[in-house]
């Protein structure tokens, strides 16, 4: 059912983040760049609330007097500021919101990466508890009611000797002491928030948290734009002596205050669940984790490509351990593998080129071993198929994913070193090469797009040699859902190396293991 349910909003957004590449390309695509937005959002949130705190009296007398002079008095900065506060905050929500569903429609929530969607689950919460203690400030009629239901919520709990929303019950219960304690709830939750954003990242290498100048201008123009055609106002001073009837609600922030008003039991225990729901769900089945990535250190020489490449901080440089004339070693974390396999692409001594003794890497994938890349490389050029002869090397997360009997299936395409490429076109073993990975707005491993595309390019140690003839390989980066365009594109690529002005690589005699030699006899 999950998995269901995760496909379904998989191709959502692989129709959205489509469109957006058409549109803008994949490096400004707001879709791809949601972390970083939200980063960005959590600054202009801070900025804006600092300058406004310094125009803002925090005596519950003139709370709401001080924000009007300000929102109409000085309108064209102050005010605009106090609107650029409140939808960048109402944005936040949204990109926040957006992320998570995000990384549940990709799968990218379990195994290694449990640390990341479990750090997430409290920055709901105080991302939550910013914008409510902010909605408190204005002291306006919508403020009185959330101040009221929320108060009656935390009554509803026993963690209070008296009930604490006594204190709005008339004008002369609410004392300027109370309310200094929401001023400075509503300026701790956010450090408390940005903390746990930073405690968020801590398992991923290179994290995105500024988006690229283009994409934040064009956010900081949009949020300026609302700003001024739709200035945020309040909806009349707070009277405690009146019930506030009607209010406008916030529905970024508030959809569940109604639930409130009629069973407060039924709400936290809604909260509750989502919140237990969602911290359980990266062990939920269906499970899946391979084991992690292995160091063979008769290969290894501390040289660091593994270490640098590696998208989720996994691995580091250590001090030798045994006698070989080197400094360091390379240690893997196994909590915080993913078995993406990209460090073996990334392993100066990973090359198919070695005839003699077993093909053993520096750091290798024991589900998914370089050795067995060769073999089945193997397997399939012995396979009798009509020219041109095409090696597949497919991502499980992408458009190849599914398609195992035919290509070289792996769980990212940068498990596979250049060297691989240049084997099996220097030996004639193919006509041609087709990198099928990931879409580049949505790369399962993160990096593995754009360091398969650097290697390629000749811009990241291992680097594909310049002797290898680039009009015989092909990358296509798809979603799982753009299987269709993948052949097309496969089927365009086949045409161009039948039409090629040179001869084919010729074939040259390979020692195949004895396996693949049986099963092509």
């Not at 400004?28 to 009296?57: E, K, R, T």
């Not at 450090?191 to 934040?216: D, E, S």
């Not at 909260?271 to 250190?297: F, G």
């Not at 596979?416 to 990198?435: E, F, H, K, T």
Request: charged content about 20%.
């Amino acid at each position: 059912m999950i998995a269901l349910v995760r496909r379904s909003i998989a191709r959502g957004f692989d129709a959205a983040e489509r469109g957006l590449n058409r549109l803008a390309g994949p490096a400004l695509n707001p879709l791809a760049q949601l972390g970083a937005l939200g980063f960005f959002l959590f600054w202009i949130v801070a900025v804006s609330g600092i300058y406004l705190f310094m125009l803002f009296d925090t005596g519950v007398e003139n709370a709401h007097a001080s924000v009007e002079w300000y929102s109409t008095r000085h309108a064209w900065h102050a005010g605009v500021m106090r609107s650029f506060h409140r939808y960048a905050s109402d944005l936040m929500v949204v990109v926040m919101a957006l992320h998570l569903v995000r990384e549940f429609a990709r799968d990218r929530y379990r195994g290694g990466r449990w640390f990341s969607w479990v750090t997430g689950v409290p920055v709901i919460w105080f991302l939550y508890m910013s914008g409510i203690t902010g909605y408190w400030l204005v002291w306006d009629q919508l403020a009185q009611y959330i101040a009221t239901t929320s108060t009656e919520l935390l009554d509803w709990l026993p963690i209070f000797g008296e009930p604490i929303a006594r204190n709005f019950l008339a004008p002369s219960s609410l004392s300027n002491r109370f309310f200094t304690l929401l001023v400075f709830l509503h300026i701790a939750v956010p450090l408390v928030l940005l903390f746990m954003l930073w405690i968020h990242i801590q398992r991923i290498t290179r994290p995105k948290v500024n988006p690229p100048r283009m994409l934040a201008a064009l956010t900081m123009l949009a949020l300026l734009a609302v700003s001024i055609v739709k200035p945020a106002l309040s909806q009349g001073a707070a009277d405690l002596a009146k019930v506030p009837s009607p209010v406008g609600l916030d529905w970024f922030y508030l959809p569940l205050y109604p639930l409130a008003d009629a069973s407060p039991g039924a709400l936290w225990g809604l909260l509750a669940a989502a919140t237990v729901m969602l911290a359980l769900m990266p062990w939920l089945p269906p499970l899946r984790r391979m084991k992690p990535a292995t160091v063979d250190l008769d290969h290894c020489n501390g040289c660091g490509r593994c270490v640098e490449d590696c998208p989720y901080d996994a691995l580091q440089l250590v001090p030798r351990s045994d006698k070989l004339p080197y400094v360091v070693e390379v240690a893997v974390d196994a909590d915080k593998c993913v078995s993406c396999g990209i460090c073996t692409g990334s392993c100066p001594s990973s090359t198919p080129f070695r005839s003699v003794g077993p093909l053993d890497t520096g750091i290798d994938l024991p589900d998914v071993t370089f050795a067995s890349m060769r073999e089945r490389l193997h397997e399939l050029a012995a396979r009798d198929a009509p020219s041109p002869r095409l090696l597949v090397i497919g991502c499980w997360h992408g458009a190849a994913g599914g398609r195992g009997e035919e290509i070289l299936s792996l769980p990212c395409v940068a498990a596979a070193p250049p060297s691989l490429i240049d084997y099996a076109l220097s030996r004639g073993l193919v006509d041609g090469v087709v990198i099928a990975g990931c879409s580049e707005s949505a790369c399962y491993n993160r990096l593995g797009v754009e360091w398969m595309q650097q290697r390629i390019a000749g811009e990241r140690d291992p680097y594909l040699r310049a002797r290898v003839p680039r009009e015989r390989i092909l990358s296509v980066w798809a979603s799982p859902t753009e299987g269709a365009r993948l052949d097309r594109e496969i089927d365009a690529f086949k045409a161009r190396l039948a039409t090629l002005a040179q001869e084919p690589p010729q074939r040259q005699a390979v020692d195949m293991p004895a396996s693949v030699k049986e099963a092509a006899s």
